[in-house]
């Protein structure tokens, strides 16, 4: 006998889910969520463009990815709003810290705030792939405590000059990824884009360095391919955090200003 009452009733949880792997040349990601997000770190000296790489990460990667990003200030949340304002991410998934201090003290020495604004985010907006953690602008000696970044990468420009890489400290020589910035201002400031990557290529001992420019595509996808490795590393739990060296002897004498 034919069901008299056959079951119309529409699907109340179609599958909405975003493909998360649009682009089959990129690394893809295996199913399933770790434990947390990926944490990253991202530092640097003032100027140096931390913000726009934080602004372009969550530009190019949100579509796939579950995103939060923490920043750090000393007495203000700029960076917080100018990536609000940005509209990189939804308002209420980017977070402020206020340091009160010189900005390693909240990357390196007490942490606690920082893992505070992290674990928030995840509990309330989880399960997240993946948290930026933004340092404030210091020298070239701030490094992140491996107890609040899994990974991290340091960021310098080529406005800086074009020898800071062989001035060495931690943050240079033994983050995870180091980026030298703004290369389309390369010209306009005499700095040999080339020589400049060799010279941090030699401090690094193997370890990689990105030529960075927002307006760059190639370079960008550069990027974002070395976070979705990273994060594949990560999930399968292939990826140790290491720590790339205290600072050195440190005078609060000058000030910090913004990041």
Request: glycine share 8%; with cysteine.
């Amino acid at each position: 006998m034919p069901d008299r009452h056959p079951d119309t009733t529409p699907d109340r949880h179609p599958d909405t889910t975003p493909d998360r792997h649009p682009d089959h040349n990129t690394p893809h990601l295996p199913d399933g969520h770790p434990r947390r997000a990926l944490r990253l770190g991202v530092a640097g000296p003032v100027g140096t463009g931390k913000s726009s790489i934080l602004a372009t990460l969550c530009r190019e990667l949100a579509g796939e990815l579950a995103m939060a990003v923490v920043t750090n200030d000393i007495y203000t949340d700029e960076d917080a709003r100018f990536l609000r304002s940005a509209g990189v991410l939804p308002t209420e998934r980017i977070r402020a810290v206020e340091t009160g201090a010189c900005p390693h003290t909240a990357i390196r020495d007490d942490v606690s705030a920082n893992l505070d604004a992290v674990e928030d985010l995840e509990e309330a907006y989880g399960p997240l792939d993946l948290v930026l953690v933004e340092s404030g602008g210091d020298n070239l000696t701030a490094t992140f405590s491996p107890a609040l970044a899994d990974a991290q990468l340091f960021c310098i420009d080529v406005a800086g000059g074009g020898d800071v890489a062989r001035k060495g400290g931690p943050g240079i020589t033994g983050a995870d990824l180091l980026i030298i910035n703004k290369t389309d201002l390369a010209p306009h400031v005499e700095v040999d884009v080339a020589a400049m990557v060799a010279d941090a290529s030699r401090a690094r001992d193997g370890l990689p360095v990105l030529a960075l420019s927002r307006h760059d595509p190639a370079s960008v996808a550069q990027l974002t391919d070395w976070v979705r490795e990273l994060l594949v590393r990560h999930r399968s739990g292939t990826h140790v955090p290491t720590d790339p060296g205290p600072m050195a002897p440190h005078s609060h004498s000058h000030s910090h200003d913004g990041s």
